[in-house]
Nanobody
Framework: VQLQASGGGLVQTGGSLRLSCHAS????????VGWFRQAPGKEREFVAA????????VYQDSVKGRFTISRNHTQNTVYLQMNSLRPEDTAVYYC?????????????????WGQGTLVTVSS
């Protein structure tokens, strides 16, 4: 499966962005998808994930209540709606997929990765 992340940009503190992760492949609906991010000089960290059953979601504590992950099976796309953005959310955001379909919060569980999309939140 090939993943294409998009939707990043520059936004002010408190603003919103919606990231998209579009995938090729007819079986993508059975994949779990995770969003990860990496800020300059920091290690990559987990943000949110969704299993193949859309009710199975998991979030990093710092984004709970602000970010929402969802998926559209028809469009082979997973979204990350980011509200109330903070400067500390600035990072390159990556989407990743795993055919096991379980929403893991560990990057090593995801063999397929898209290119990153940059999110910059100004103070």
């Amino acid at each position: 499966v090939q993943l294409q992340a998009s939707g990043g940009g520059l936004v002010q503190t408190g603003g919103s962005l919606r990231l998209s992760c579009h995938a090729s492949g007819r079986t993508f609906s059975r994949y779990a998808v995770g969003w990860f991010r990496q800020a300059p000089g920091k290690e990559r960290e987990f943000v949110a994930a969704i299993g193949w059953r859309a009710g199975g979601t998991v979030y990093q504590d710092s984004v709970k209540g602000r970010f929402t992950i969802s998926r559209n099976h028809t469009q082979n796309t997973v979204y990350l709606q980011m509200n109330s953005l903070r400067p500390e959310d600035t990072a390159v955001y990556y989407c990743a997929a795993d055919s096991a379909g379980i929403a893991y919060n560990t990057g090593r569980r995801y063999p397929y990765w898209g290119q990153g999309t940059l999110v910059t939140v100004s103070s």
